[in-house]
């Protein structure tokens, strides 16, 4: 049986359950925030819907899939079409701000405690929020790197600059908060030009994005020492009043956040572990309102 492992009763009302993560927030010492794909969701980035027609409506109609996942996995002939995607993948996902605050709303919850943040999210919203970066370790890559597909080093590079012009060339606009968007009577291009494919500095073939897919993600210094800031943040708080919050965390990764908390909670008598879902954080709407709740 784990120590305090707070999921909430089933008898308990969610005004129950909202008190009792609150009152583990106001008397914990530090916080160990475990975030997955289901936060981002509820602060608007979903892959579906209206979203992905926005962005991707020709390429639905010439490939016949409906998702942003579908697509990102899509064997494109070309990758001047491949990277056209992608472009657009990474600049709603990454660059643009989430539609609701929810992650300046977790910000404001932690601000003043001693925090960490571990997170297999990939689209930089905790650092767009505010959190310090120092406090912040993606295990699984960020939209805004690319990195050799061989790999033949271990660097990764900054793609923003790179993003923009193949936004450019299929005759996006940016607007002044970020927002995309093709000029009243214009169609945007389903490719770019081959001389903005981006290929490695090193051994010339292409580059890929840095996201954990299999053994050629590339764990570079900036993730080393995230890793190490992380592992050390947790030997400080071995003991004591140490609350480990999950958020919107499924099944598809568990033995990253889900089972070493439980661990983490499980030796330290201290401790307790708060799960904030809906199920596997397929419609987790409802997490924003739990931390508006939690202010």
């Not at 602060?43 to 016949?64: C, H, I, L, P, S």
């Not at 579908?70 to 995607?85: K, M, N, Q, V």
């Not at 919203?125 to 912040?136: E, T, Y």
């Not at 009577?185 to 840095?210: T, W």
Request: aromatic share 14%; net charge negative; hydrophobic share 35%.
């Amino acid at each position: 049986m784990l120590s305090k492992l707070w999921k909430g009763k089933p008898e308990e009302s969610e005004e129950e359950k909202t008190e009792k993560l609150k009152q583990a927030l106001a008397e914990a010492d530090a916080v160990i925030i475990g975030a997955g794909a289901g936060l981002s969701t509820s602060a608007g980035f979903v892959y579906t819907g209206e979203r992905f027609r926005n962005y991707f409506a020709d390429f639905e109609e010439r490939y016949g899939f409906h998702d942003m996942y579908s697509g990102g996995f899509y064997p494109y002939d070309t990758l001047e079409e491949h990277w056209a995607y992608w472009s657009r993948y990474i600049w709603i996902n990454r660059y643009m701000d989430a539609p609701k605050p929810v992650y300046q709303d977790l910000l404001e919850l932690v601000r003043e405690k001693d925090y960490f943040v571990l997170t297999t999210n990939v689209d930089h919203c905790f650092q767009k929020a505010g959190f310090d970066k120092h406090r912040l370790f993606y295990t699984q890559g960020d939209y805004g790197l690319f990195q050799c597909s061989v790999p033949c080093h271990k660097d990764t590079y900054d793609n923003e600059e790179s993003i923009r012009k193949m936004l450019a060339a299929q005759g996006f606009q940016i607007g002044e908060k970020g927002e995309l968007f093709v000029p009243d009577g214009a169609v945007a291009k389903r490719q770019i030009p081959e001389d903005l494919v981006p290929y490695c500095p090193k051994c010339k073939k292409p580059m890929s994005m840095n996201l954990r897919a299999d053994d050629t993600f590339v764990e570079d210094e900036g993730w080393r020492r995230a890793a190490e800031r992380y592992a050390d943040f947790l030997r400080r708080h071995q003991n004591g009043n140490v609350l480990f919050l999950e958020l919107g965390v499924g099944y598809n990764t568990p033995g990253i956040i889900k089972y070493p908390f439980w661990q983490k909670t499980y030796q330290n008598p201290e401790a307790v572990y708060a799960s904030v879902n809906l199920g596997e954080a397929a419609v987790p709407e409802d997490i924003g309102a739990v931390l508006e709740k939690l202010k």
